[in-house]
C-alpha cells in the first residue's frame, strides 16, 4: 500500500482530517527545506506537499511566484529537490510527500528517469499543475510503474464528465481547487466547495483535498468539515517571505502556524 | 525524395492540428484544470463560427473597411536593384489599421468575443503592437480592455503605453520574473483563470493552448491568401520563396500557409539572432532551443537543463519571446520551412537599407526578415521571386534605432 493510501486509512480510523502544508523547495535558501520539512511534521502535519520551483509557475499568485524566484536566485532544480526528499526520508520513513509543480522540468529530465529518481528518493506522489488528464498518459504511467501517485486537480469549472474522468486516471487522493483563481487569492467560499465536493463524491471513493484561500486556522477547519484534507500554501509561503533574513527562524515560525490549524482541524472533528 | 517529403508535410499540415490541437508531438492543451472548459468552449464557438457565413462575412467586411485590407504587394525595385538577385516583392502589412498585422487577429478574437458575450477583454503584449491592436478592437466594441505589460517592456515602449490608454485600456505593468513578454503572458493567464466568467482572453500570436494556435493562425491567413493572388496576378506564377520573421508566429503563419501545399515554394522563417548565436543572448529557440512545456502548449523554448526558462534577447521586442507557436516546430521538424537567425546588427542594417532605398520605414521585427531576404536574393537569379512578410511599420521604433546609435531626439 502506499504511503499516501495508508495515511488517509489511518487518519480515517481515527476520524481526523489531514493536514497538508506546502513549502517551495529551496526558499529562501535551500540549507532551510529540510529542517523545516522536520518541523512541519512534528507541529501536525499528515503529508507535506513539496513545491519544485519554476520560472514561470502560471497558477501561482504573487506569494509563491516569489518564492519561486528566490529558490531559483540558488539554482534550486528538480534534482536538488529530490536530494532534500531523500534526506528528510533518512530520519522520517512515513510521511508521505508529494511533489507540486509544473511539467517543463520533468519533461526535461524525462519521464521514466524523474519517475525512477522521484521513487528512489521517497517521494509518494506528483501533482503536475499544467498537466491536465488528456496529456498525461505517457506521464502516469511512468508514474505507475514507480508506484507513484499520480495527482490531479479538479476545479469549480470541472465538468461531472472530467470529474469522472480524472477519478478514474488519479490516485492517492484528488485535489480540489477552491475557487477559480490562483493560489494565494482570498476568494474562498466554503458552502460552495462543499457543494461541489459532494459532486465529486458521487464519482470517486478517492480523498478529497481541498486547497487554495485557505489562510488561517478558521478557514482551516471549516474546510475540514467538508474535505478530507486541507492544503495550506501561500499561508506558509509568506511567512517565510517575512524572514528572508532571518532563516533560522522559518521552521518554528511555520510550525507554530501548522499547529494552530491542526489544533482547530481536530477540535471542530470532535465537536 | 526532397520535394515528396514537403508534399507529404504540407498534406499533412493541412490536416493540423488534430481534435485536441496537436501538429505532431507539438502543440496541445497544458493548463490547470480550471481553464480546461472556458478552452472547451472557445474551441466550440470557434469552430462553430468558422463555419457561419454571416460571421466570415463580418470578418471580412471589418478587414476591408477597418483594416483597410487588401494590403498591397509592392514590388521593391531600388531594392532589388541594389542587391543584384532575386525580384523582392513586400506584403504590405505596415499599412494595417494601427501599423501591424496584429490587427487582423483582434478583429477576429473580438467579433468570436461578441458572440459570446464576453465584456471584458485581456491581452498580453511585448513591443505593444498587440496590446495597441487589442486595445482599438476594444474601443471600437465599447469592451473593458486590461492589457498586461512587463514592466520592462513599459519602460521600453512609452508611446505604445501611452496610445493604449488613450484607447481607454488599462496597462497592467507586470513585475514578475524577467519583466518581459512571457512574463505577462504568464499574468494574464493568471487574469483569466479569475474572470473566466465575463472575460475573453486575447493571445496575440500562434502559440498558447488549443485553439488557440490554430484560431490565431485562421484569422491571420488573409495575409497568405492575398499574397497569392497578388503575386499570381503581378507576375504570373508563384515566387520562389516567402520570409517571414518568427517571434510567437504568427505573420509567418499567415504567409506560409496558404502556400503550404505548394512543393516548390520555399518558406524562410527567420529568429531573432540578438548579439549572435554564440553569446547565447537571442531569441531563437527553433534555431538554438529544445522542446519543452510552457503557457500551454508543447514547443521548442529557450531553456536551461533543468527546465527553467530563460531570459531572451532581441534588439526588437516583438521577437523577444523564449517560445514559437507549436506549428512553427512542426513545420521545423517535418522539412517544410527552415529556420534562420538574423542578428540584431543585421536586422538595423536592413531597416536603414530599406527605409533610404524605398522610403518605407519598416518595424525592427520584419527587418529580420528584410536582412535575410537579401542573403537570399543574392545568391538567386533575376527571375526568381521572393515575398516578404513587411509585417509592420518602424515608427514605434525610431526611439530605439536613435538611443542605439547615440541620437538624441
Known sequence: ?271 | MEQRKTAEAAALSDALPDERGHFGPYGGRFVAETLMRPLDELNAAYSRYMKDPEFLAEFDSDLRHYVGRPSPLYYAERLSNQIGGARIYLKREDLNHTGAHKINNTVGQALLAKRMGKQRVIAETGAGQHGVASATVAARFGMECVVYMGAEDIRRQAINVYRMRLLGAEVVPVESGSRTLKDALNEALRDWVTNVDNTFYIIGTVAGPHPYPAMVRDFQTVIGREARVQVLEQTGRLPDALVACVGGGSNAIGLFYPFLGDPDVALYGIEAGGDGLETGRHAAPLCAGKSGVLHGNRTYLMEDTDGQIIETHSISAGLDYPGVGPEHAWLKDSGRARYEVVTDSEALAAFHQLTRLEGIMPALESSHALAYTARLAADMDRDSIIVVNLSGRGDKDIQTVADLEGIKV
Not at chain 1, 526535461?108 to 506522489?125: I, L, P
Not at chain 1, 507513484?148 to 477519478?167: C, G, H, N, Q, Y
Request: charged share 20%.
Open chain 1, 1 to 271: 500500500m502506499s504511503r499516501i493510501k495508508a495515511r488517509f486509512r489511518e487518519l480515517g480510523e481515527q476520524q481526523r482530517k489531514a493536514l497538508i502544508p506546502y513549502v517551495t523547495a529551496g526558499d529562501p535558501q535551500p540549507d532551510v527545506t529540510v529542517p523545516l520539512l522536520h518541523a512541519l511534521v512534528a507541529a501536525g502535519a499528515d503529508l507535506i506537499e513539496i513545491g519544485v520551483p519554476f520560472s514561470d509557475p502560471m497558477a501561482d499568485g504573487p506569494v509563491i511566484q516569489a518564492a519561486c524566484e528566490r529558490a531559483l536566485v540558488h539554482h534550486v532544480s528538480l534534482h536538488d529537490v529530490l536530494d532534500m526528499v531523500r534526506e528528510f526520508r533518512s530520519t522520517d520513513a512515513t510521511t508521505p510527500v508529494i511533489l507540486m509543480g509544473y511539467l517543463n522540468p520533468i519533461e526535461v529530465w524525462g519521464y521514466e528517469g524523474f519517475a525512477r529518481g522521484a521513487d528512489e528518493a521517497g517521494v509518494d506522489g506528483v501533482l503536475t499543475v499544467d498537466m491536465p488528464p488528456e496529456e498525461a498518459d505517457n506521464l502516469i504511467q511512468a508514474l505507475h510503474a514507480r508506484s507513484l501517485d499520480a495527482i490531479f486537480l479538479l476545479a469549480p469549472t470541472s465538468s461531472e464528465e472530467r470529474m469522472r474522468k480524472i477519478s478514474q486516471m488519479a490516485s492517492g487522493f484528488i485535489y480540489y481547487v477552491s475557487f477559480k483563481g490562483v493560489t494565494g487569492a482570498n476568494r474562498l467560499d466554503v458552502d460552495a466547495v462543499a457543494d461541489k465536493l459532494g459532486e465529486i463524491r458521487g464519482c470517486t471513493d478517492l480523498p478529497l483535498g481541498v486547497g487554495f484561500g485557505i489562510r488561517d486556522p478558521e478557514s482551516a477547519a471549516q474546510v475540514a468539515r467538508v474535505a478530507d484534507a486541507v492544503v495550506v500554501g501561500s499561508a506558509l509561503v509568506g511567512k517565510v517571505a517575512g524572514l528572508v533574513d532571518h532563516p533560522e527562524a522559518i521552521p518554528a515560525e511555520l510550525a507554530a502556524t501548522v499547529a494552530a490549524m491542526r489544533a482547530a482541524i481536530d477540535l471542530q472533528s470532535t465537536t
